[in-house]
Structure formats: C-alpha cells, structure tokens
C-alpha cells in the first residue's frame, strides 16, 4: 500500500455481530419490555406506543450508557 503511504488501515469485521451494535441492545430492550409484551389498549395506536416507549429509553442517561 505505498499509495496511501501507511496512512489506511483495513479492519475486518463480521458480517453480523448483535452486540456489537447498540441498534440491536435498544431494540432487545424495546422487544423484552414494551409494546410487544403487553396487547394494544382500545384507541391505543402503535406507532404513538413505540415512539413513547423509545422516547423513555432516550430519556434514562444510564440506560442509554449500557448499550455502549
């Protein structure tokens, strides 16, 4: 590699690596604990559901921490 003069490094990384990602860890959370524990109520409407229930998880410092 004398074109990029030492300056590139290749990491390789898996093709898939669930906890490396804390996209996956916030939507385990979401899954194990939310809306897709418990049936919708009458009214309730999911997409209003689903953004409370991450707006909670945004909304803890610590929770949002451990998924890094």
Do not use: C
């Amino acid at each position: 590699m004398s074109s990029t003069q030492g300056k590139l490094t290749l990491h390789f990384l898996p093709g898939y690596a669930p906890d490396l990602n804390p996209y996956e860890l916030v939507w385990s959370r979401a899954w194990r604990t939310g809306v897709a524990r418990r049936p919708l109520m009458k009214g309730e409407k999911l997409a209003q559901s689903v953004r409370q229930q991450f707006a909670d998880i945004g909304n803890s410092p610590a929770r949002v921490r451990s998924f890094f």
